[in-house]
C-alpha cells in the first residue's frame, strides 16, 4: 500500500551537458533546451495528478531554475522550498571543466568508466587554486573545511546525502506531503540505490534522464512499492538513459 509519494527531478539540459563537459560542482545554467524540459516536467506533474507540497533542491542553480521552471508550470510556485549541498550534484574532481569525448580518448574506456560508474573510485582532487574549485564559493562559506569535497566517487556521495534524506526529507513525508527532490545525475543516483537497494556494482548500470520527473511510491516503510519507481514519460525516459549512457561517444 502507498503511503507516501516522493517525486524526483534531475534538472533539464545544463549548459556543460550540452557541450559534453564534466560538471559537477560548478554551478552551469540551463540550455533553452533545458528550460523547455523542465517547464514540462511540471505538466507532466499535473497530468499525473501529482502535485508536490514541498521541494527540497541542492545549491546549484541547474536543480534551482529546472525546479521553479517545473512549479511555475504545474501552478506550485507557493510550496516551501529548502536546500542544501547534500543535494548537490557528485564533486567531479580534477575532471571538473573537462571534455567527456577527449578524457575517453585520453584515458581509454576502463578509466574513463571507473570515474563515472564505479561506486568508490573517485577521480583525482581539484586543486584549490582551479579555475573550476569551488573551496571559495560563498554558496559552501558554512561548510567547514574538511567537510568541503575536492572530489567524490557516488559511495562519498550516498554517505553524505543519506543524513539530509533521514533528516529533512523523510520527516516530509511522514507527514504525508508529496515531496519533489530537484538534483543531479548523481546524486539521484546515490538516492535511488538508497530507495531499491542496488548493489555497489549494478548501481554502475543505472542512468537518470534529464527533465523527467520519476514518482516513487513508497510504503509505511519507506520501501518503493514498486521497485524503480515509474517515470511520468517512460518513452523519452528510455531514449534519454541511453543518450546519458553514452556521453562522451561519438
Ligand atoms: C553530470 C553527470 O551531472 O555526469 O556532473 O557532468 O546531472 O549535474 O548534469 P549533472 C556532470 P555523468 O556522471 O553522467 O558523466
Not at 62 to 89: F, G, H, K, M, Y
Not at 135 to 150: F, K, M, S, T
Amino acid at each position: 500500500d502507498t503511503a507516501y509519494k516522493l517525486v524526483l527531478l534531475r534538472h533539464g539540459e545544463s549548459d556543460w551537458n550540452r557541450k559534453g563537459l564534466f560538471t559537477g560542482w560548478v554551478d552551469v545554467d540551463l540550455t533553452e533546451t533545458g528550460e523547455t524540459e523542465a517547464a514540462r516536467g511540471g505538466q507532466l506533474l499535473i497530468d499525473a495528478d501529482v502535485l508536490p507540497d514541498v521541494l527540497h533542491t541542492s545549491l546549484q542553480r541547474r536543480a534551482i531554475r529546472t525546479a521553479q521552471l517545473a512549479l511555475d508550470s504545474a501552478d506550485r510556485n507557493w510550496i516551501p522550498v529548502r536546500r542544501s549541498w547534500r543535494l548537490n550534484e557528485r564533486h567531479y574532481g580534477a575532471l571538473q571543466g573537462k571534455d567527456k569525448a577527449a578524457t575517453l580518448a585520453e584515458f581509454g574506456e576502463e578509466q574513463f568508466m571507473l570515474w563515472r560508474r564505479s561506486y568508490d573510485t573517485p577521480p583525482p582532487p581539484l586543486a584549490d587554486d582551479d579555475e573550476y574549485s569551488q573551496v571559495n564559493d560563498a554558496a559552501y562559506a558554512g561548510l567547514p573545511d574538511e567537510i568541503r569535497p575536492r572530489t567524490e566517487c557516488l559511495k562519498d556521495v550516498v554517505e553524505r546525502m543519506l543524513p539530509y534524506w533521514y533528516d529533512a526529507i523523510v520527516p516530509d513525508l511522514q507527514a504525508g506531503r508529496t515531496t519533489l527532490v530537484a538534483a543531479h545525475g548523481n546524486s539521484l543516483r546515490a538516492l535511488v540505490k538508497h530507495l531499491d537497494g542496488i548493489s555497489d556494482d549494478a548501481i554502475a548500470g543505472l542512468n537518470i534522464p534529464t527533465g523527467i520527473p520519476l514518482l516513487y511510491e513508497l510504503d509505511a516503510d519507506l520501501r518503493p512499492v514498486t521497485p524503480g519507481g515509474r517515470y511520468l514519460d517512460p518513452e523519452a525516459a528510455a531514449a534519454a538513459i541511453e543518450a546519458v549512457k553514452n556521453q562522451g561517444r561519438k
